[in-house]
Protein backbone atom coordinates (compact mmCIF):
# COMPACT_ATOMS: atom_id res chain seq x y z
CA UNK A 1 0.00 0.00 0.00
CA UNK A 2 1.18 3.42 -0.90
CA UNK A 3 -0.52 6.88 0.45
CA UNK A 4 -0.03 10.02 -0.52
CA UNK A 5 -0.79 12.28 3.08
CA UNK A 6 -1.93 15.03 0.84
CA UNK A 7 -4.88 12.76 -0.53
CA UNK A 8 -6.11 11.50 3.08
CA UNK A 9 -8.15 12.58 5.52
CA UNK A 10 -6.51 14.69 8.61
CA UNK A 11 -8.13 12.02 10.48
CA UNK A 12 -6.41 9.45 8.58
CA UNK A 13 -2.92 11.32 8.67
CA UNK A 14 -3.49 11.33 12.14
CA UNK A 15 -4.32 7.67 12.72
CA UNK A 16 -1.31 6.89 10.84
CA UNK A 17 0.82 8.76 13.13
CA UNK A 18 -0.09 7.97 16.56
CA UNK A 19 -0.87 4.40 14.75
CA UNK A 20 3.19 3.83 13.46
CA UNK A 21 5.24 6.33 15.48
CA UNK A 22 4.63 4.09 18.89
CA UNK A 23 5.43 3.50 21.35
CA UNK A 24 5.84 7.11 22.74
CA UNK A 25 6.38 8.53 26.00
CA UNK A 26 3.85 11.03 28.05
CA UNK A 27 5.24 14.36 28.72
CA UNK A 28 2.26 14.89 31.58
CA UNK A 29 2.93 18.94 31.33
CA UNK A 30 2.00 21.25 34.02
CA UNK A 31 1.54 25.07 33.45
CA UNK A 32 0.03 28.11 34.52
CA UNK A 33 -1.89 30.66 33.36
CA UNK A 34 -1.20 34.23 33.74
CA UNK A 35 -4.14 34.88 36.44
CA UNK A 36 -1.77 31.77 38.38
CA UNK A 37 -4.55 29.22 37.43
CA UNK A 38 -3.09 25.77 36.86
CA UNK A 39 -3.37 23.31 34.08
CA UNK A 40 -2.58 19.94 33.58
CA UNK A 41 -2.95 17.82 30.53
CA UNK A 42 -0.71 14.89 28.57
CA UNK A 43 1.28 15.18 25.41
CA UNK A 44 2.61 11.65 23.85
CA UNK A 45 4.46 14.01 20.99
CA UNK A 46 7.12 14.72 23.06
CA UNK A 47 11.33 13.72 23.09
CA UNK A 48 14.30 15.20 24.20
CA UNK A 49 15.91 17.49 22.52
CA UNK A 50 19.80 18.31 23.18
CA UNK A 51 21.50 18.06 26.37
CA UNK A 52 23.96 21.62 25.15
CA UNK A 53 21.54 23.42 26.96
CA UNK A 54 19.31 20.43 28.13
CA UNK A 55 16.30 21.02 25.84
CA UNK A 56 13.01 19.05 25.28
CA UNK A 57 9.99 19.75 23.00
CA UNK A 58 6.21 18.73 23.10
CA UNK A 59 3.33 19.52 20.28
CA UNK A 60 0.47 20.16 21.58
CA UNK A 61 -1.58 20.82 18.25
CA UNK A 62 -4.03 23.35 17.51
CA UNK A 63 -7.89 22.21 18.36
CA UNK A 64 -10.32 21.24 15.78
CA UNK A 65 -11.68 24.84 15.64
CA UNK A 66 -8.11 26.05 15.44
CA UNK A 67 -7.17 27.30 18.50
CA UNK A 68 -4.49 26.86 20.84
CA UNK A 69 -4.97 24.26 23.94
CA UNK A 70 -4.92 25.38 27.47
CA UNK A 71 -1.53 24.49 27.57
CA UNK A 72 0.44 26.13 24.62
CA UNK A 73 -1.67 29.27 25.81
CA UNK A 74 -0.31 29.32 28.97
CA UNK A 75 3.17 28.29 27.90
CA UNK A 76 4.02 30.63 25.14
CA UNK A 77 6.38 33.48 25.61
CA UNK A 78 4.99 36.36 27.61
CA UNK A 79 5.50 38.64 24.45
CA UNK A 80 2.79 36.14 23.20
CA UNK A 81 0.34 36.52 26.64
CA UNK A 82 1.88 32.96 28.17
CA UNK A 83 4.21 33.07 31.02
CA UNK A 84 7.13 30.86 29.14
CA UNK A 85 7.44 28.19 31.69
CA UNK A 86 6.18 24.78 32.09
CA UNK A 87 7.14 21.53 33.85
CA UNK A 88 7.27 18.13 32.42
CA UNK A 89 6.56 15.36 34.25
CA UNK A 90 6.54 11.47 33.95
CA UNK A 91 3.36 9.35 32.86
CA UNK A 92 3.73 6.55 35.46
CA UNK A 93 2.47 3.44 35.95
CA UNK A 94 0.50 4.10 39.68
CA UNK A 95 -1.39 6.89 38.15
CA UNK A 96 -1.86 6.12 34.43
CA UNK A 97 -5.62 6.58 34.73
CA UNK A 98 -5.40 10.03 36.26
CA UNK A 99 -3.06 11.39 32.69
CA UNK A 100 -5.57 10.15 30.48
CA UNK A 101 -8.17 11.55 32.77
CA UNK A 102 -6.21 14.49 32.23
CA UNK A 103 -6.76 14.91 28.81
CA UNK A 104 -10.87 16.21 29.30
CA UNK A 105 -11.13 19.49 27.79
CA UNK A 106 -12.14 21.79 30.49
CA UNK A 107 -12.83 25.51 30.13
CA UNK A 108 -9.80 27.70 30.28
CA UNK A 109 -8.65 28.47 33.58
CA UNK A 110 -10.15 24.81 35.49
CA UNK A 111 -7.92 22.89 36.74
CA UNK A 112 -6.97 19.33 35.90
CA UNK A 113 -5.23 18.78 39.41
CA UNK A 114 -8.46 19.71 40.74
CA UNK A 115 -10.01 17.40 38.26
CA UNK A 116 -8.56 14.40 38.91
CA UNK A 117 -6.96 14.90 42.72
CA UNK A 118 -2.66 14.83 42.07
CA UNK A 119 -0.83 16.86 44.31
CA UNK A 120 0.65 20.35 43.03
CA UNK A 121 3.93 20.66 44.28
CA UNK A 122 5.84 24.15 44.48
CA UNK A 123 8.40 23.91 41.65
CA UNK A 124 12.04 25.34 42.30
CA UNK A 125 12.76 27.75 39.19
CA UNK A 126 9.43 27.92 37.31
CA UNK A 127 5.73 29.15 38.49
CA UNK A 128 3.84 26.27 37.17
CA UNK A 129 3.95 23.37 40.06
CA UNK A 130 5.18 20.20 39.35
CA UNK A 131 2.83 16.90 39.81
CA UNK A 132 4.06 15.56 43.36
CA UNK A 133 3.92 11.77 42.32
CA UNK A 134 6.02 11.68 39.74
CA UNK A 135 9.34 10.28 39.83
CA UNK A 136 11.19 13.02 37.82
CA UNK A 137 10.05 16.75 36.89
CA UNK A 138 11.81 18.55 34.33
CA UNK A 139 11.22 22.20 35.27
CA UNK A 140 11.33 24.20 31.63
CA UNK A 141 11.45 27.62 29.97
CA UNK A 142 10.11 27.96 26.69
CA UNK A 143 13.21 29.16 24.52
CA UNK A 144 11.06 28.61 21.08
CA UNK A 145 7.86 27.94 19.41
CA UNK A 146 7.31 26.40 15.75
CA UNK A 147 3.92 26.72 14.53
CA UNK A 148 3.57 24.39 11.30
CA UNK A 149 0.05 26.29 10.21
CA UNK A 150 -0.90 28.32 12.31
CA UNK A 151 -4.99 28.84 13.13
CA UNK A 152 -5.57 25.66 11.66
CA UNK A 153 -7.52 22.79 13.11
CA UNK A 154 -4.89 19.79 14.03
CA UNK A 155 -1.61 22.37 12.98
CA UNK A 156 0.98 21.80 14.77
CA UNK A 157 2.90 23.32 17.27
CA UNK A 158 6.64 22.60 18.35
CA UNK A 159 7.07 24.12 21.97
CA UNK A 160 11.00 23.80 23.07
CA UNK A 161 11.79 24.26 26.42
CA UNK A 162 15.10 24.26 28.37
CA UNK A 163 15.26 22.64 31.59
CA UNK A 164 16.03 24.40 34.26
CA UNK A 165 15.75 22.23 37.23
CA UNK A 166 15.21 18.35 37.52
CA UNK A 167 13.60 16.92 40.42
CA UNK A 168 13.85 13.85 41.11
CA UNK A 169 12.13 11.49 44.07
CA UNK A 170 14.40 9.44 46.33
CA UNK A 171 15.30 6.12 44.74
CA UNK A 172 14.38 7.66 41.23
CA UNK A 173 18.23 8.29 39.85
CA UNK A 174 21.33 6.24 41.48
CA UNK A 175 24.53 8.51 42.21
CA UNK A 176 25.80 8.73 38.68
CA UNK A 177 22.88 9.49 37.78
CA UNK A 178 21.34 6.57 36.10
CA UNK A 179 17.04 6.39 36.14
CA UNK A 180 15.67 3.24 38.01
CA UNK A 181 13.07 2.32 35.35
CA UNK A 182 11.29 0.12 37.39
CA UNK A 183 11.15 3.28 39.96
CA UNK A 184 9.88 5.64 36.73
CA UNK A 185 7.52 2.91 35.80
CA UNK A 186 6.47 4.77 32.40
CA UNK A 187 3.91 4.52 30.86
CA UNK A 188 3.95 4.86 26.88
CA UNK A 189 1.22 5.65 24.38
CA UNK A 190 0.23 3.09 21.90
CA UNK A 191 -2.46 4.37 18.87
CA UNK A 192 -6.02 5.36 19.96
CA UNK A 193 -6.74 4.36 24.09
CA UNK A 194 -3.71 1.53 23.93
CA UNK A 195 -0.81 2.36 26.49
CA UNK A 196 1.94 0.11 26.99
CA UNK A 197 4.54 -0.52 30.20
CA UNK A 198 8.49 -0.47 29.72
CA UNK A 199 9.13 -3.43 31.66
CA UNK A 200 9.87 -6.06 28.52
CA UNK A 201 13.48 -4.43 28.20
CA UNK A 202 16.63 -6.15 26.37
CA UNK A 203 20.21 -4.80 26.06
CA UNK A 204 22.09 -4.20 22.86
CA UNK A 205 25.81 -2.97 22.35
CA UNK A 206 26.63 -0.43 20.25
CA UNK A 207 27.37 -0.10 16.62
CA UNK A 208 28.91 -3.12 15.12
CA UNK A 209 29.12 -4.87 18.37
CA UNK A 210 25.90 -5.12 17.89
CA UNK A 211 25.98 -7.60 14.96
CA UNK A 212 27.29 -10.80 17.21
CA UNK A 213 25.17 -9.49 20.37
CA UNK A 214 22.33 -12.66 21.45
CA UNK A 215 19.24 -12.06 20.49
CA UNK A 216 16.69 -12.17 23.64
CA UNK A 217 13.47 -11.13 21.57
CA UNK A 218 13.89 -14.15 19.08
CA UNK A 219 13.02 -16.48 22.51
CA UNK A 220 9.78 -14.44 23.74
CA UNK A 221 8.56 -13.06 20.14
CA UNK A 222 10.34 -14.72 17.33
CA UNK A 223 12.24 -12.84 15.33
CA UNK A 224 11.89 -9.74 13.95
CA UNK A 225 10.40 -8.91 10.45
C1 LIG B 1 -1.80 9.96 26.53
C2 LIG B 1 -2.25 11.15 25.75
C3 LIG B 1 -1.38 11.78 24.91
C4 LIG B 1 -1.77 12.93 24.20
N1 LIG B 1 -0.89 13.54 23.37
C5 LIG B 1 -1.23 14.68 22.74
C6 LIG B 1 -0.28 15.37 21.92
O1 LIG B 1 0.86 14.95 21.75
N2 LIG B 1 -0.68 16.54 21.37
C7 LIG B 1 -1.92 17.06 21.57
O2 LIG B 1 -2.22 18.14 21.05
N3 LIG B 1 -2.83 16.43 22.34
C8 LIG B 1 -2.51 15.28 22.94
N4 LIG B 1 -3.42 14.64 23.74
C9 LIG B 1 -4.72 15.29 23.97
C10 LIG B 1 -4.58 16.41 25.02
O3 LIG B 1 -4.10 15.90 26.24
C11 LIG B 1 -5.96 17.05 25.24
O4 LIG B 1 -6.36 17.73 24.06
C12 LIG B 1 -6.00 18.00 26.42
O5 LIG B 1 -7.34 18.37 26.68
C13 LIG B 1 -5.22 19.26 26.21
O6 LIG B 1 -5.33 19.98 27.40
P1 LIG B 1 -5.18 21.55 27.53
O7 LIG B 1 -6.23 22.19 26.66
O8 LIG B 1 -5.43 21.76 28.99
O9 LIG B 1 -3.81 21.93 27.11
C14 LIG B 1 -3.08 13.46 24.38
C15 LIG B 1 -3.98 12.78 25.23
C16 LIG B 1 -3.58 11.64 25.89
C17 LIG B 1 -4.55 10.94 26.80
Known amino acids: MDLDPERLST ?19 STISPEGRTNLAPFSFFTGVGSNPMTLLFCPVNDANGHEKDTLRNCKPESEGGTGEFVVNLASEGYAHLVAAAA ?13 GLTPATSLRVRPPRVAESPVAFECRTIQIVRTNPSKPAGGNVVIGRVVHV ?32 RDRFTLELGRPALNTPRPWEKQTGPPL
Open 11 to 29: ADRYKLLIGCIVPRPIAFV
Open 104 to 116: ETLPYGDSEFELT
Open 167 to 198: HAADGALNDRLHADPDRLAAVARMGGRTYCRT
